[in-house]
T-cell receptor
Framework: NAGVTQTPKFRVLKTGQSMTLLCAQD?????MYWYRQDPGMGLRLIHY???????AKGEVPDGYNVSRLKKQNFLLGLESAAPSQTSVYFC???????????????FGSGTQLSVL | GQSLEQPSEVTAVEGAIVQINCTYQ??????LSWYQQHDGGAPTFLSY????GLEETGRFSSFLSRSDSYGYLLLQELQMKDSASYFC??????????FGTGTKLQVIP
């Protein structure tokens, strides 16, 4: 049982390049989230999904796209990377039933992205 | 929208008790959670309050007052390993989970 797995763990891009971050979970969770974390800013929600085939915008969605074609995978895409997107990216997942023990988010180990 | 406020830094002595406050504004409210994050690590879940009152889990307790849009995390018998950042998070409308900016706790001997 791997939990939430993010790939890659580190990546360096040049301005204008594109890339996709992959998040995979093996807990059969309905909800999945992408956050970015910058010093002093906490975790800011980029996009999220409440089920296969559905996505929604979070607080800072500009410059990112997402897809949830399979329930276990949630992809975050950067079409044209900018230095402002240098950050640590975390994926998280959770159950949809908000009963006891189901309210927690499970996080991946993060992706350190640098855009030069 | 949703916004959460918590102190940026707190320092406490090993063995003591520390309280980290969180006030929030949200459209729709389902619960307040707390997460711990050590430097270089991922956030990990500590506690969740959906109803008013105190929830206790070992050395950690969390409190919620929905009428005041306020909660706190209480850490007792502080240990050096408790040095970390602590985040409150609100689940609001449309299943959005929004995090505060975090409180960096430093435990000193």
């Amino acid at each position: 049982n791997a939990g939430v797995t993010q790939t890659p763990k580190f990546r360096v891009l040049k301005t204008g390049q594109s890339m996709t971050l992959l998040c995979a979970q093996d807990m059969n969770h309905e909800y999945m989230y992408w956050y970015r974390q910058d010093p002093g800013m906490g975790l800011r929600l980029i996009h999220y999904s409440v089920g296969e085939g559905t996505t929604a915008k979070g607080e800072v969605p500009d410059g990112y796209n997402v897809s949830r074609l399979k329930k276990q995978n949630f992809l975050l895409g950067l079409e044209s990377a900018a230095p402002s997107q240098t950050s640590v990216y975390f994926c998280a997942s959770s159950y949809s039933d908000r009963g006891p023990e189901n309210e927690k988010l499970f996080f991946g180990s993060g992706t350190q992205l640098s855009v030069l | 929208g949703q916004s959460l406020e918590q102190p940026s830094e707190v320092t406490a002595v090993e063995g003591a008790i520390v309280q980290i406050n969180c006030t929030y504004q949200t459209s729709g409210f389902y619960g307040l959670s707390w997460y711990q994050q050590h430097d270089g690590g991922a956030p990990t879940f500590l506690s969740y309050n959906a109803l008013d009152g105190l929830e206790e889990t070992g050395r950690f307790s969390s409190f919620l007052s929905r009428s005041d849009s306020y909660g706190y995390l209480l850490l007792q018998e502080l240990q050096m390993k408790d040095s970390a950042s602590y985040f409150c998070a609100v689940e609001g409308g449309y299943q959005k989970v929004t995090f505060g900016t975090g409180t960096k706790l430093q435990v000193i001997p």
